[in-house]
C-alpha cells in the first residue's frame, strides 16, 4: 500500500524518520520528500510546515508526487477538555475548519461553502481494533490559524462544536485537499495541553520529551494493520 504521511514540525519529522527502513529523499516544490518502506508499505514522508496553507501545499505537493492510497497526518494537538486528556491520542473520525466563516450565504460557521461541514476518515481505517486501547479516542478535531491558549478562544470552538476533542493547526486543511483530489484521510494527534488549564504553555514546553512517540506507537500499530 502506498501511504502518505504528513507532519508539521521537525521534532515530529525527526521522530518519524528512524522508524522507516532505507529511505531516500527528493524536492517536489521546493519541498522534501522522504520515500522508503515500513513493512510492506511504501511510504512518502514530508514536514509540511505550520498552518493551513502548509497544510495544503504540502498536501496536494504528495499527492500529485506520490499517489498515495492514503495520508496520514500525524502530529500534536491542543486538548479542549471534553474526551481527551494530556498524552491521550485522537484520532479523528471527523475533522472541520473552527475559523471559517464565509458569511450569510447559507454556509455554516465553520464550512467552507461547496464543501462538507465535516471531512470524514475512512470506516475502515478508524474503526480499526488497533485504537481500541486504553489512552486512544475517537473524535472530533478542528483546525485552525492559531495556536489555542485561552479560555475564551476555545470556547468560541466549543460553540461552533460542543464536542470537539482536539483542536490544531493543520488537519482539515489537509482533509480539503484529500478530498478534493479523493485520497482517503485520517488525522492522528496527541494531546499536548488544554487551553484554560493552569500553566498551559508549560504544559506544551515540556510536552516534547516524549508525549510524539505515543502518537507514532499508534501509527505503527495502524500500519502494521493495513
Not at 3 to 32: C, F, H, W
Not at 130 to 148: N, P, T, Y
Request: glycine fraction near 10%.
Amino acid at each position: 500500500m502506498k501511504i502518505g504521511i504528513i507532519v508539521a514540525m521537525q521534532k515530529e519529522l525527526e521522530l518519524l524518520l528512524p522508524l522507516v527502513n532505507d529511505y531516500k529523499s527528493r524536492e517536489v516544490n521546493d519541498i522534501t520528500l522522504y520515500e522508503g518502506h515500513m513493512g510492506s508499505h511504501q511510504l512518502t514522508i514530508m514536514q509540511c510546515g505550520i498552518g493551513k496553507v502548509n497544510a495544503a501545499i504540502g498536501a496536494m505537493t504528495l499527492i500529485d508526487a506520490a499517489h498515495p492510497d492514503l495520508v496520514i497526518n500525524s502530529g500534536v494537538a491542543g486538548g479542549t477538555g471534553y474526551g481527551a486528556r494530556i498524552l491521550d491520542v485522537v484520532v479523528g473520525d471527523r475533522v472541520a475548519y473552527h475559523d471559517v466563516w464565509c458569511g450569510p450565504c447559507g454556509a455554516p460557521r465553520g464550512c467552507v461553502q461547496g464543501l462538507p461541514q465535516y471531512f470524514e476518515a475512512p470506516s475502515a481505517v478508524v474503526g480499526s481494533a488497533v485504537f481500541d486501547r486504553d489512552g486512544v479516542k475517537r473524535g472530533l478535531i478542528a483546525s485552525g490559524d492559531q495556536f489555542v491558549d485561552s479560555v475564551d478562544a476555545l470556547a468560541a470552538i466549543k460553540a461552533i462544536y460542543p464536542e470537539v476533542m482536539a483542536v490544531d493547526m493543520e488537519s482539515a486543511a489537509i482533509a480539503q485537499a484529500c478530498y478534493l483530489k479523493s485520497v482517503p484521510f485520517v488525522s492522528i494527534r496527541v494531546i499536548s495541553d488544554t487551553p484554560g488549564e493552569a500553566d498551559n504553555a508549560a504544559q506544551y514546553a515540556s510536552f516534547w520529551d516524549d508525549a510524539p512517540r505515543h502518537t507514532f506507537d499508534v501509527l505503527v500499530s495502524l500500519l502494521e494493520t493495513l
